[in-house]
């Protein structure tokens, strides 16, 4: 039996939280703001995560083009409780990561790029 491409993705977000010990989260999201795939826990909304994530994903595009910084990596934010990421997937999606406030950022920072690399292919 074969897997669809939304089941792929999930498995993936699995693999990174799995391989990445202060992942605590991730989501892929569309531009639009609709959830693709994700491994949430169930305590989080998944539509509000969306929505945010496709907003700032926006906002992020939008300053890094205007203030000359060229095209959009990620978005990061940091907060008294961990960190949210976002990372571009291609033009039609981003990475939304929820880490731990002590997360190594660049072992993180390399797996999500891994990540972005194939979940780039599936979409």
């Given at each position: 039996?074969?897997?669809?491409r939304?089941?792929?993705?999930?498995?993936?977000?699995?693999d990174?939280?799995?391989?990445?010990?202060?992942?605590?989260?991730?989501?892929?999201?569309?531009?639009?703001?609709?959830?693709?795939?994700?491994?949430?826990?169930?305590?989080?909304?998944?539509?509000?995560?969306?929505?945010?994530?496709?907003?700032?994903?926006?906002?992020?595009?939008?300053?890094?083009?205007?203030?000359?910084?060229?095209?959009?990596?990620?978005?990061?934010?940091?907060?008294?409780?961990?960190?949210?990421?976002?990372?571009?997937?291609?033009?039609?999606?981003?990475?939304?990561?929820?880490?731990?406030?002590?997360?190594?950022l660049?072992?993180?920072?390399?797996?999500?790029?891994?990540?972005?690399?194939?979940?780039?292919?599936?979409?």
């Amino acid at each position: 039996m074969t897997k669809s491409r939304t089941e792929l993705m999930v498995d993936r977000l699995r693999d990174l939280q799995s391989s990445s010990p202060d992942v605590e989260a991730s989501a892929v999201i569309s531009v639009d703001g609709l959830t693709m795939a994700s491994a949430l826990p169930a305590d989080v909304e998944e539509d509000r995560v969306s929505a945010m994530s496709a907003a700032m994903l926006s906002l992020g595009e939008r300053i890094a083009s205007e203030l000359g910084r060229g095209q959009l990596d990620q978005v990061y934010i940091r907060g008294e409780s961990g960190f949210v990421i976002l990372m571009s997937i291609g033009s039609e999606a981003v990475l939304t990561v929820l880490a731990r406030k002590q997360a190594k950022l660049g072992l993180l920072f390399l797996d999500m790029h891994r990540t972005t690399d194939d979940l780039t292919a599936m979409i």
